[in-house]
């Protein structure tokens, strides 16, 4: 089993609906981000969470570290949101390297 | 500010030939760490450095190695190439490592034919 999960792999939505991704691991982590590879591969990091909340526009990302949970949302999402989202935990045993989960496929359809 | 800048961005090579691309991180940034990203595996850690030192290494055969210069500039090799080296190499760098928020180069795209 991967040490970190993410649902759905795929979801397609109309313009403007309400979007989320969820993200679940296995393991302690001490810092949780959040990225957006678009198509070409440029990868942009959203959000990096370590408790709580933040918010960016009309991204939000949440952690619940109790349940070794965090999620992505997006408001009144876009055609241009449609990317692929990462999820990766840096692991708390203090090792230097991210581990990923394998992606959430978001399509917004005009 | 200028961005990572990845060198070359797209390569083609034959199996058994060895290739090395460049990763040049945002001024100031002391870490660097490099991924493979293929359809199969996803993305997976390969390496970072800090310093010139590495300081953790992924679950790759020793055909994959790398280097940070003083100028904290890094570099990978894959030395006999398999046609399972196609992938698009990512590296990303930050002030002292994955603690910190991780700013991505745009690739190198790998072809091994």
């Known amino acids: 089993k991967n040490e970190v999960e993410q649902s759905p792999q795929n979801l397609t939505a109309q313009e403007g609906e309400f979007i989320t991704i969820n993200c679940s691991y296995s393991v302690g982590i001490s810092a949780l981000h959040w990225l957006q590879q678009h198509p070409g591969g440029g990868i942009v990091s959203l959000f990096m969470?370590?408790?709580g909340k933040k918010k960016h526009g009309r991204l939000i990302a949440t952690i619940n570290i109790q349940e070794k949970h965090s999620s992505l949302h997006i408001t009144a999402s876009h055609p241009r949101d449609s990317a692929v989202y990462i999820c990766a935990v840096h692991k708390d045993q203090g090792a230097q390297k991210l581990v990923f989960g394998q992606g959430t496929r978001l399509t917004i359809n005009p | 500010k200028a961005g990572v800048t990845q060198t070359p961005r797209y390569l083609i090579k034959t199996r058994g030939q060895q290739v090395t691309l460049s990763c040049s991180p945002i001024s100031g940034h002391r870490s660097v760490s490099w991924y493979q990203q293929t359809p199969g595996q996803g993305l997976q850690f390969l390496f970072e450095y800090f310093s010139e030192t590495q300081r953790n290494k992924g679950n790759f055969p020793g055909r994959f190695s790398g280097r940070q210069f003083s100028n904290s500039r890094s570099e990978m090799n894959v030395s006999t190439l398999e046609l399972g080296d196609s992938a698009l190499y990512l590296c990303?760098?930050?002030?002292?490592?994955?603690?910190?928020?991780?700013?991505f180069g745009p690739g190198t795209r790998l072809t091994v034919l």
């Open positions: 990303a760098s930050s002030w002292t490592g994955v603690g910190n928020e991780q700013f």
């Open positions: 969470l370590s408790s």
